[in-house]
């Protein structure tokens, strides 16, 4: 990927390079439905096969998830030889009603084809992976197929040239993450979690049908080519509405708050599924919304600065839980939430959103590595996830360990390191903003890069260093190649993606055609910035290592804790807030609406019919075929009318 990159970025602007001359020249990019053809088809054969293709059919979703990279990597070259940089094919007539229609089609530019490599490269690996983690689950055919769906569906997400095609990806990344996290459905936590996902994430798509209708309403479109050139046109009120309904959308797919709690409650998933959704593709989906709708975030910075609000808050609240919670894959997950909001923060400064893209790269490598990582430590710890159970792994697993540490040191912002470079860019990005804007928000990176490398080195000291607490009968052993091969090449990712990334071919530059760049002083020097970024990040490892390594770990939590402490076990009781915010208030309108439903709607439709059936009854009677009980009538009728002229007589 870095070569390609190399062959982007040096290219004159207008000339062909040899290679993509060539590819260009063979139609590549003609056949880019290709790129979503294949994990689909793998999909479509694993889902419907049946257990026929359950031999073989893991091997066909690591086949067609390979065959898709392969082909990104082609597109990719191909897209370096033209001189736009762009690439963009109809498909066919997705919509037509009356004077309305809607082509679906692919878009291939800097952007979608840096998601395309990191979906494509990483989902790979976490394949490969996946054969070695489930070899034993007798179901194993269905997880591969859904792992090929949840590509396909990121891979229309990414490529689709409108919002309306991106809302189908986006539904289709959906149903696959709650397949995946419900996976084994059969226990109630992880069934209830993958619910919680689906409802936190709908809650988030009425944020983003609701912008697509606004974008409908008043521009007439909802292609990006439709709709970017117009942005200026739209009403301040309107700009608004729109970004903050975007952002609503974005934050229910990335985890973000308020819509964050369901991210680390996902963890029910098989481990691979935790990698997948939670480095390098589902929660990067809004990340990339907000990247992809910059133009119209332009016309608003009301709706920009809600975007960088929202990434400093939700770096400070998962950092903080983080720190409190012993289950490993929920400290990771936390840290994912954290993680992503420092690309909030990012993509909402002006002229650093490539940054958040640089980040979002890195972070692909070193989180899935962290994740796949944790995964061979549960299977060789029995699926143990209580970090006060490990200890002295570091000897047992000494595979694992190295690539942890690799994922470690890149997370903390090590020198050198991938998130040494594009966190301290972030950071940088945020006190060049200048004024208390600027202050506020940089600081408060600083400070939570420092949380991180505590909560991070923590987890590490009680994983691998100081004596053996595990469970009686345990027998930690090193996972096999399958496994670890997939974890070392995202090991060394995370060692050099940044360097490369920044210094040997400029992501940044590469992206500057779709994203903009915007030159600002700098408040501080990027050296001082480094210096101040890294002792605080060393402060942090210091005190986790004073906490947990110098002395004894228990093995089980301690009770007498800090009301911070108790909140962050609690999820800062965010839980508690959305069920009285959210939960509760939708469960008694519920009860309300089919109250209403029942005794009303339906009572007053019942009732009628009732009456109408009752009456014609009783009517019915009086016809009855006796001739007594028609003379009775004949006679009854002719006593009223005799009455009534008697009556009309005397008045």
Same mark, same amino acid.
């Given at each position: 990927?870095?070569?390609?990159?190399?062959?982007?970025?040096e290219?004159?602007?207008?000339?062909?390079?040899?290679?993509?001359?060539?590819?260009?020249?063979?139609?590549?990019?003609?056949?880019?439905?290709?790129?979503?053809?294949f994990p689909?088809?793998?999909a479509?054969?694993?889902? *419907?096969?049946?257990?026929?293709?359950?031999?073989?059919?893991?091997?066909?979703?690591?086949?067609?998830?390979?065959?898709?990279?392969?082909?990104?990597?082609?597109?990719?070259?191909?897209?370096?030889?033209?001189?736009?940089?762009?690439?963009?094919? !109809?498909?066919?007539?997705?919509?037509?009603?009356?004077?309305?229609?809607?082509?679906?089609g692919?878009?291939?530019?800097?952007?979608?084809?840096?998601?395309?490599? *990191?979906?494509?490269?990483?989902?790979?690996?976490? &394949?490969?992976?996946?054969?070695?983690?489930m070899?034993?689950?007798?179901?194993?055919?269905?997880?591969?197929?859904?792992?090929?769906?949840?590509?396909? #569906?990121m891979? =229309?997400?990414?490529l689709?040239d409108?919002?309306?095609?991106?809302?189908?990806?986006?539904?289709?990344?959906?149903?696959?993450?709650?397949?995946?996290?419900?996976?084994?459905?059969?226990?109630?936590?992880?069934?209830?979690?993958?619910?919680?996902?689906?409802?936190?994430?709908?809650?988030?798509?009425?944020?983003?049908?609701?912008?697509?209708?606004?974008m409908?309403?008043?521009?007439?479109?909802?292609?990006?080519?439709? $709709?970017?050139?117009?942005?200026?046109?739209?009403?301040?009120?309107?700009?608004?509405a729109?970004?903050?309904?975007?952002?609503?959308?974005?934050c229910?797919?990335?985890?973000?708050?308020?819509? &964050?709690?369901? *991210?680390?409650?996902?963890?029910?998933?098989?481990?691979?599924?935790?990698?997948?959704?939670?480095?390098?593709?589902?929660?990067?989906a809004?990340?990339?919304?907000?990247?992809?709708?910059?133009?119209?975030?332009?016309?608003?910075?009301?709706?920009?600065?809600?975007?960088?609000?929202?990434?400093?808050?939700?770096? $400070?609240?998962?950092?903080?839980i983080?720190?409190?919670?012993?289950?490993?894959?929920?400290?990771l997950?936390?840290?994912?939430?954290?993680?992503?909001?420092?690309?909030?923060?990012?993509?909402?400064?002006?002229?650093?959103?490539?940054?958040a893209?640089? &980040?979002? *790269?890195? &972070?692909?490598f070193?989180?899935?590595?962290?994740?796949?990582?944790?995964?061979?430590?549960?299977?060789?710890?029995?699926?143990?996830?209580?970090?006060?159970?490990?200890?002295?792994?570091?000897?047992?697993?000494p595979?694992?360990?190295?690539?942890?540490?690799?994922?470690?040191?890149a997370?903390?912002?090590?020198?050198?390191?991938?998130?040494?470079?594009?966190?301290?860019?972030?950071?940088?990005?945020?006190?060049?903003?200048?004024?208390?804007?600027?202050?506020?928000?940089?600081?408060?990176?600083?400070?939570?890069?420092?949380?991180?490398?505590?909560?991070?080195?923590?987890m590490?000291?009680?994983?691998?260093?100081?004596?053996?607490?595990?469970?009686?009968?345990?027998?930690?052993?090193?996972?096999?190649?399958?496994?670890?091969?997939?974890?070392?090449?995202?090991?060394?990712?995370?060692?050099?993606?940044?360097?490369?990334l920044?210094?040997?071919?400029?992501?940044?530059?590469?992206?500057v055609?779709?994203?903009?760049?915007?030159?600002?002083?700098?408040?501080?020097?990027?050296?001082?910035?480094?210096?101040?970024?890294?002792? =605080?990040s060393?402060?942090?490892?210091?005190?986790?290592?004073?906490?947990?390594?110098?002395?004894?770990?228990?093995?089980?939590?301690? =009770?007498?804790?800090?009301?911070?402490?108790?909140?962050?076990?609690?999820?800062?009781?965010? !839980?508690?807030?959305?069920?009285?915010?959210?939960?509760?208030?939708?469960?008694?309108?519920?009860?309300?609406?089919?109250?209403?439903?029942?005794?009303?709607?339906?009572?007053?439709?019942?009732?009628?019919?009732a009456? $109408?059936?009752?009456?014609?009854?009783?009517?019915?009677?009086?016809?009855?075929?006796?001739?007594?009980?028609?003379?009775?009538?004949?006679?009854g009728?002719?006593?009223?009318?005799?009455?009534?002229?008697?009556?009309?007589?005397? #008045?």
């Amino acid at each position: 990927m870095s070569e390609l990159l190399l062959l982007a970025t040096e290219a004159p602007a207008g000339e062909r390079l040899p290679v993509g001359d060539y590819l260009a020249a063979t139609g590549t990019l003609d056949l880019l439905w290709l790129l979503v053809a294949f994990p689909l088809l793998g999909a479509a054969v694993l889902l *419907l096969g049946g257990r026929r293709s359950d031999r073989w059919g893991p091997y066909l979703a690591i086949g067609m998830c390979g065959a898709a990279f392969l082909y990104g990597v082609a597109a990719f070259a191909s897209l370096v030889g033209l001189d736009e940089r762009t690439a963009q094919r !109809d498909l066919f007539t997705w919509i037509s009603v009356g004077g309305l229609q809607i082509d679906f089609g692919l878009l291939l530019d800097p952007l979608s084809a840096t998601f395309v490599l *990191l979906i494509t490269g990483v989902g790979f690996l976490i &394949h490969v992976y996946s054969l070695g983690y489930m070899a034993h689950d007798p179901r194993r055919r269905l997880f591969f197929g859904y792992l090929n769906l949840f590509v396909a #569906a990121m891979l =229309v997400l990414v490529l689709s040239d409108s919002y309306l095609g991106l809302f189908l990806g986006w539904e289709g990344v959906g149903l696959a993450s709650y397949l995946l996290i419900s996976f084994w459905f059969y226990v109630p936590e992880y069934a209830t979690a993958a619910k919680k996902a689906f409802i936190a994430n709908r809650i988030g798509d009425v944020g983003l049908l609701i912008a697509i209708f606004l974008m409908f309403t008043a521009l007439g479109t909802t292609s990006f080519e439709g $709709v970017f050139p117009q942005a200026e046109m739209l009403a301040a009120g309107t700009a608004t509405a729109i970004g903050l309904m975007l952002l609503l959308g974005a934050c229910g797919k990335s985890g973000q708050f308020p819509l &964050h709690t369901w *991210l680390p409650d996902a963890m029910a998933g098989p481990t691979p599924v935790s990698a997948l959704i939670h480095a390098a593709t589902m929660v990067t989906a809004g990340v990339y919304l907000i990247a992809r709708s910059l133009p119209l975030y332009e016309v608003s910075e009301t709706a920009r600065l809600v975007v960088g609000i929202i990434g400093l808050v939700t770096l $400070v609240i998962g950092a903080v839980i983080g720190c409190a919670y012993d289950d490993i894959k929920k400290v990771l997950a936390y840290s994912t939430v954290s993680q992503i909001g420092y690309m909030f923060l990012a993509v909402a400064i002006p002229g650093a959103a490539a940054v958040a893209i640089l &980040h979002l *790269l890195t &972070h692909g490598f070193f989180k899935a590595c962290m994740f796949l990582s944790a995964g061979s430590v549960m299977h060789g710890m029995n699926d143990q996830v209580d970090m006060r159970r490990f200890g002295g792994l570091r000897t047992k697993l000494p595979v694992t360990f190295a690539c942890m540490t690799a994922g470690y040191l890149a997370i903390i912002g090590f020198p050198l390191f991938a998130g040494f470079f594009s966190k301290d860019l972030i950071i940088e990005a945020a006190l060049d903003q200048g004024g208390v804007r600027g202050w506020l928000m940089g600081g408060t990176a600083i400070v939570i890069a420092g949380v991180t490398a505590f909560y991070m080195t923590r987890m590490m000291v009680m994983t691998f260093f100081g004596p053996a607490r595990w469970t009686e009968g345990q027998h930690p052993h090193e996972s096999p190649a399958v496994m670890t091969v997939p974890m070392i090449v995202l090991a060394v990712g995370s060692v050099i993606s940044g360097f490369v990334l920044v210094h040997v071919t400029p992501l940044t530059d590469f992206l500057v055609p779709v994203l903009g760049s915007e030159e600002a002083d700098h408040a501080l020097e990027p050296i001082v910035v480094t210096i101040i970024v890294t002792a =605080v990040s060393g402060l942090g490892v210091a005190l986790a290592w004073v906490q947990y390594g110098r002395k004894p770990v228990p093995t089980t939590a301690p =009770v007498a804790v800090g009301p911070l402490t108790l909140a962050a076990r609690n999820n800062l009781y965010f !839980d508690s807030l959305n069920e009285g915010v959210l939960m509760r208030p939708g469960q008694y309108l519920t009860r309300a609406l089919v109250f209403v439903d029942n005794r009303g709607i339906d009572g007053a439709v019942a009732g009628l019919a009732a009456g $109408v059936g009752g009456g014609s009854g009783r009517l019915r009677r009086v016809q009855n075929g006796f001739v007594r009980s028609y003379a009775l009538s004949m006679f009854g009728g002719a006593a009223l009318v005799v009455a009534a002229l008697l009556v009309a007589r005397v #008045a």
